[in-house]
């Protein structure tokens, strides 16, 4: 079998930090939520980056407190500002310095500069500090 040419092993090698660093941003943004609770505090909704309602707690009685109107109110002040707070977590996770890939025209450059590194495929790693 002919050995492949090492541009296509980094263009191979590419495309599977690319696959990886995508599961690893959905599975990061699927893990945040949030719990805003309502203005009397008897409402708290778990909303999701999409905005989509995961949990809803409602303290006792609170049905027997409010009329329906009000307790449309309360329910819906608390999944906007739920809302609102989750996409604002969702920024900051995914533009967390600490968090970023070392880009990969950093990497291709660096790889290309010590000669293909010997057929070896690049390395998407973290820099080292």
Request: proline share 7%; with cysteine.
């Given at each position: 079998?002919?050995?492949?040419?090492?541009?296509?092993?980094?263009?191979?090698?590419?495309?599977?930090?690319?696959?990886?660093?995508?599961?690893?941003?959905?599975?990061?943004?699927?893990?945040?939520?949030?719990?805003?609770?309502?203005?009397?505090?008897?409402?708290?909704?778990?909303?999701?980056?999409?905005?989509?309602?995961?949990?809803?707690?409602?303290?006792?009685?609170?049905?027997?407190?409010?009329?329906?109107?009000?307790?449309?109110?309360?329910?819906?002040?608390?999944?906007?500002?739920?809302?609102?707070?989750?996409?604002?977590?969702?920024?900051?996770?995914?533009?967390?310095?600490?968090?970023?890939?070392?880009?990969?025209?950093?990497?291709m450059g660096?790889?290309?500069?010590?000669?293909?590194?010997?057929?070896?495929?690049?390395?998407?790693?973290k820099t080292k500090?």
């Open positions: 079998m002919r050995e492949l040419h090492p541009d296509v092993r980094a263009g191979l090698a590419m495309k599977r930090e690319l696959r990886h660093r995508i599961d690893e941003m959905q599975e990061r943004a699927a893990e945040i939520v949030a719990r805003r609770p309502s203005p009397s505090g008897l409402v708290i909704p778990e909303v999701d980056t999409r905005g989509r309602l995961r949990d809803l707690y409602l303290a006792p009685g609170t049905c027997d407190r409010f009329d329906t109107h009000e307790l449309i109110a309360e329910l819906m002040t608390a999944i906007v500002e739920s809302t609102a707070d989750a996409k604002r977590k969702y920024h900051l996770t995914m533009n967390d310095p600490a968090l970023l890939p070392r880009p990969l025209a950093e990497v660096e790889w290309r500069v010590n000669g293909s590194g010997g057929f070896q495929d690049p390395q998407f790693g500090e």
